[in-house]
């Protein structure tokens, strides 16, 4: 599976940004996919995940009730809605896929790697 993620750019605190991340190939059902961020000299931070139907989701605390995940199958396509944006928001975003859902929150768990698109939230 490859993963392509699109939608980053520069928004003003309080803004709104949607970020998408399209896969390849036929198989995008079969995993669970989430989406993490990484600042400049911080770790990997996971954000949300969603199963492979989309029926369940998973966030982190510092971005719930900001931040949702969603999917369509049919376009093999994940996004990351980002609503209240502050400037500790801004950070590469990476989407990711999964085949369990069991260790979701962990970097370890996912296998497929998008190459990160920029979120750069201005105070």
């Known amino acids: 599976v490859q993963l392509q993620a699109s939608g980053g750019g520069l928004v003003q605190a309080g803004g709104s940004l949607r970020l998408s991340c399209a896969a390849s190939g036929r198989t995008f059902s079969s995993y669970h996919m989430g989406w993490f961020r990484q600042a400049p000299g911080k770790e990997r931070e996971f954000l949300v995940a969603i199963s492979r139907s989309g029926g369940s989701t998973w966030s982190a605390d510092s971005v719930k009730g900001r931040f949702t995940i969603s999917r369509e199958n049919a376009k093999n396509t994940v996004y990351l809605q980002m609503n209240s944006l502050k400037p500790e928001d801004t950070a590469v975003y990476s989407c990711?896929?999964?085949?369990?859902?069991?260790?979701?929150?962990?970097?370890?768990?996912?296998?497929?790697w998008g190459q990160g698109t920029q979120v750069t939230v201005s105070s």
């Open positions: 990711a896929a999964a085949p369990s859902g069991a260790f979701y929150r962990s970097v370890s768990g996912y296998i497929y």
